[in-house]
């Protein structure tokens, strides 16, 4: 089998449903954020601080390709990975992709402690300190690449068991 792919924004519950996605599928699971916390030695908005996006992008890029060429598992990505249409591209070709929403509130209330989410925190600043708005922009922007799943799922009723079985149901399909 393949892996199953989870995409969305920040706040959407990737990893903690990709975990239990996992769990539901007997697949292994990775986090390609924590990969390259563990790898680097450096939690991201350290990395970001010191070596600005780019860097980052970088690290996510290099981490894409090698998940990508695994099979089962369940791979969760990071809010900006489908920035990159080759990203896309290969986690297209190996995988299904399922895309984590969730309304602006719930975002709002899972993404609220400032320091973790440089991406979140630049966009807040830039709108004077306005997280909603942020996430709003971010949204807008991002929407036609979480638009190119193969399957969504809307998270902010469910918890992460509800969410990973109806990830399950859709791949058992395959
Ligand atoms: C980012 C989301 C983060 C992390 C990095 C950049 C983004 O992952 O990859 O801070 O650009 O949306 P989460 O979606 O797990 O918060």
């Given at each position: ?17 990709g975990r ?19 790898r ?21 890029k ?16 990071g809010?900006?990975t ?12 190996t ?10 509130d719930t975002l ?8 973790r989410?440089?991406?979140?925190d ?8 306005d ?7 971010l ?5 036609p690449?979480?638009e190119?799943a ?6 902010g ?5 509800q ?6 149901e859709y791949?058992?399909?395959?």
């Amino acid at each position: 089998m393949k892996n199953v792919v989870l995409i969305g924004f920040m706040g959407t519950g990737k990893s903690s449903c990709g975990r239990a996605a996992a769990q539901q599928l007997g697949y292994r699971f990775v986090d390609l954020d924590k990969e390259i916390e563990d790898r680097y030695g450096m939690a991201i908005p350290e990395m970001f601080k010191k070596y600005g996006e780019a860097y980052f992008r970088d690290k996510e890029k290099e981490m894409v390709r090698y998940w990508a060429a695994q099979k089962n598992t369940v791979i969760s990505t990071g809010g900006g990975t489908v920035k990159d249409a080759e990203n896309v591209a290969l986690l297209k070709a190996t995988g299904k992709i399922i895309c984590l929403t969730a309304d602006v509130d719930t975002l709002l209330a899972r993404t609220d402690k400032q320091g973790r989410r440089p991406v979140l925190d630049a966009r807040a600043a830039e709108l004077g300190g306005d997280r909603r708005q942020a996430i709003r922009s971010l949204l807008d922007e991002r929407q036609p690449m979480y638009e190119q799943a193969d399957y969504a799922v809307d998270t902010g009723e469910l918890s992460p068991l509800q969410v990973a079985i109806k990830i399950a149901e859709y791949i058992k399909k395959f």
